[in-house]
Each structure stands twice: as structure tokens, then as C-alpha cells.
């Protein structure tokens, strides 16, 4: 077993912790890296406030010959992770008299005050109830809408007509769709939809004057020394990134190079990345779990109020879901944050999360006082595998004394 011991602040005893599962936890995810569904694993978990495990194990880099081992600071892509982070970036707007969770998108970007997009609200866009197509898989359909290929398309039409000296409008591009625009009436569903977090980045530039990247990284992430937390490499987080593939190891060499150029339409356009754009490391996302669980304050640093974060991670909406075939079973959700619950799950009923493609996963439970993150990239980066996402959890709250 390849594993590296991280910095704790406790051993597990004093926060009322068996050691002894911390074993299984470390046997569970070598298996999964034997088998090749994931190439490593980094974890951190904390309880009443003191980081008591922390580690990684296997390999940094995808390479056979490359015996390099993933370090507990390895730093590594959150995906969907980020979605929690423009939800309190938007909560301490609210608090702070900028907007409402009620207030119609339109009211703040013109693009969305026509039909069908009049309707929905910020609080629509932050529970993926907005009626907006859903992501690339969610369903079978695989002609379903994609924003992002909107954009691009008319975003070439625009250079092809020489109309560089004119801002292209990339939200009026990419609400140009075939028929009423929406997937389903707003409100009527949830529908995991990942776009509605790049137009709330697009709201807070607008309400703040400050790019929604740069609101994230100053306003939440810097202050609770998330110094390993940003939506962009530098060269000495580049070099401690793990890699899965061969473009990660391209684009990480090119950040240590300084030679890395902009390819995506999202970062050509420098667009909000709020719907999945942020690294951090385990220890990292363990910082952001305990501001959270400790109503946003923590190490004397205040980020929210108590009540903002009662209200943006307590139950706010119950819809049928049909995304990954779910059948319309209902999907509980907060303000950004995962609210489900299952036969699956050993956590408290009060505990929230929430997930990152890839793979990595964040769990809070107010009730037991843990915080729980491990990130764990699959193999070639496919597919979904519940051992490694949805196990582990069980394993971690095994544990509890």
C-alpha cells in the first residue's frame, strides 16, 4: 500500500474516533486503486472543529513508469464541488441587502426578461429547479440543448462577420435555443443543471462589479486560508496536481512553463466557472465543511451568518427527478447543497454534501460534528462508481464512538 500520513490536530480518540476504521477506510480505497476504478484517494475528516485523519494513497500520476506517490495536499479538480461555493458567495449577497434568493433573474441580467426566462429567480437557478436543460447524461436524449455549444457556435459566427469591435453577448447566445427554452415549466422539477451556476457568477459580476471567480477566491476561499483553493493553476500547485491523463499533463506543464493558452470557449471568454471550475485538496474543502458546520464562522473568521446558512442548507425544495433514471423519485435540495437521503447513506438526517464528477465528495453532519472530504479520481476519468463515492461514507461514520 502506497500511503502518506497528512497533518491532523488531534488523534482520533480525543474527538470521539475508533482508530481501528481509519484501516478499513485506507483497505477500502487500495482495493478500488487495485482494481483500477480509481488511481488514488486523498481524505481529510475532522470533528468538533480538529482535523483528526488525513492522507492519500496510490499514485499522482496515470503514467506506469511514474512511482510518484499522491501526496495528502495533492491538489486536484472539484467539479461540481464548486456549486456550494457560489451558493454562499450569493447568501452573503443576500445578507447583505445586494438581492434575494426571490428575485427574478431578469431584474438583474436583461437577457432572461422575456418568456420563457422571465420566470425564474435566483432561488430557481441555485436548486436546479429553473427548468433549464439539464447536463450532457442526465437523460438518454442525446440531442438534448448544450449551452456551451451555443455559445461556441455563435461566438465563431461572430468573428466570421468581423464584428470583433462589438461585445459578443454570450447569455443571449446561449439562451438561443429551439422551441420554449426550457426543458420543463420552471418549478415543476429538479434537473441537475450546471449552466444555472455560470449565470449566477454572470449575476455576481453584475451586483458586485468583481468577476465571480475572483468574489470566490477573495471573499471565501482566501480568507479561510484555502491557499491550495483557486479556478486557475500556478506553477507550484501545477506541479503537485494529479494527473489522469495526457492533456492534464500538457495543460500542468504548460502552467509550469507559463505557456499555457486559453482553449476552451469558457476561459477564451474568461466566463464565470462557478458550475464546476475550482482545485483545492481534501484538507482544503475540510476548511470550507467546518465554516459551514459551525454556521459560517470558523478560526474567527466569518464568512456568513448563522441564519444564511440555516436557510441555503436546510430542505428548500422536494421534485421528481428523471435525471440518470431516477424515475421521479424526489430529489431533496437546498440552496446549493445536496440534501438526499437513503437506504444508502449512515449519516445523520441533518447532514448535507455534495459530490464532484471525477471524483471527489464533501460531506457535513451537524449532529456528529464531522466533516468529511476524500477525492478520488477514476481511472481514464469515466464513468460513476457508488463504491468509492457513496462507501466511503459509511466506513467514515462507522467510526463514530
Not at 241 to 269: F, R
Not at 275 to 289: C, E, Y
Not at 319 to 326: I, Q
Amino acid at each position: 500500500m502506497l500511503y502518506t500520513q497528512g497533518k491532523i490536530q488531534c488523534n482520533p480518540a480525543e474527538v470521539g474516533y475508533d482508530e481501528k476504521r481509519l484501516e478499513v477506510l485506507n483497505n477500502h480505497f487500495q482495493r478500488a486503486i487495485d482494481e483500477k476504478e480509481i488511481q488514488c484517494a486523498m481524505y481529510c475528516l475532522s470533528r468538533k472543529g480538529k482535523v483528526f485523519a488525513h492522507g492519500a494513497l496510490g499514485k499522482k500520476s496515470f503514467r506506469d513508469d511514474n512511482t510518484e506517490a499522491a501526496q495528502p495536499d495533492s491538489v486536484r479538480w472539484i467539479a461540481s464541488i464548486t456549486k456550494i461555493f457560489a451558493a454562499v458567495a450569493i447568501m452573503k449577497l443576500v445578507e447583505d441587502g445586494l438581492t434575494r434568493l426571490d428575485v427574478p433573474v431578469g431584474e438583474i441580467l436583461p437577457q432572461f426578461n422575456t418568456p420563457p426566462y422571465n420566470g425564474i429567480t435566483l432561488f430557481h437557478l441555485l436548486t436546479h429547479s429553473s427548468g433549464m436543460h439539464a447536463d450532457g447524461g442526465c437523460y438518454e436524449n442525446q440531442h438534448q440543448t448544450n449551452y456551451w455549444a451555443m455559445i461556441d457556435k455563435a461566438y465563431k459566427l461572430h468573428k466570421l462577420e468581423n464584428k470583433s469591435d462589438e461585445e459578443f453577448d454570450w447569455i443571449a447566445a446561449s439562451l438561443s435555443t429551439i422551441g420554449s427554452g426550457l426543458h420543463v415549466k420552471t418549478g415543476s422539477q429538479w434537473a441537475y443543471c450546471s449552466f444555472g451556476f455560470v449565470i449566477i457568477g454572470a449575476v455576481i459580476e453584475k451586483l458586485t462589479g468583481i468577476h465571480a471567480n475572483k468574489y470566490v477566491e477573495d471573499f471565501i476561499c482566501k480568507p479561510l486560508g484555502m491557499k491550495d483553493t483557486a479556478f486557475d493553476l500556478t506553477p507550484e500547485t501545477a506541479k503537485r496536481c494529479i494527473i489522469g491523463d495526457e492533456d492534464g499533463e500538457t495543460y500542468t506543464q504548460d502552467v509550469i512553463n507559463g505557456t499555457q493558452k486559453p482553449g476552451w470557449i469558457g476561459d477564451i471568454l474568461n466566463l464565470p466557472s462557478l458550475g464546476g471550475g475550482l482545485l483545492s485538496t481534501a484538507s482544503d474543502l475540510v476548511k470550507f465543511g467546518n465554516m459551514i458546520l459551525h454556521k459560517g464562522t470558523f478560526d474567527n473568521v466569518r464568512i456568513l451568518g448563522r441564519k444564511a446558512v440555516e436557510k441555503a442548507t436546510k430542505t428548500n425544495v422536494s421534485l421528481p427527478d428523471f435525471c440518470w433514471n431516477a424515475g421521479g423519485g424526489i430529489r431533496n435540495y437546498g440552496v446549493g447543497f445536496d440534501r438526499r437521503n437513503g437506504p444508502q447513506f449512515t449519516f445523520s438526517d441533518s447532514a448535507f454534501m455534495h459530490e464532484g464528477a471525477g471524483a471527489c465528495a464533501l460531506y457535513i453532519d451537524p449532529d456528529e460534528e464531522l466533516v468529511a472530504s476524500w477525492i478520488v479520481p477514476y481511472v481514464n476519468g469515466d464513468g460513476w462508481y457508488p463504491r468509492v463515492m457513496y462507501n466511503p461514507q459509511n466506513i467514515i461514520w462507522s467510526g463514530l464512538l
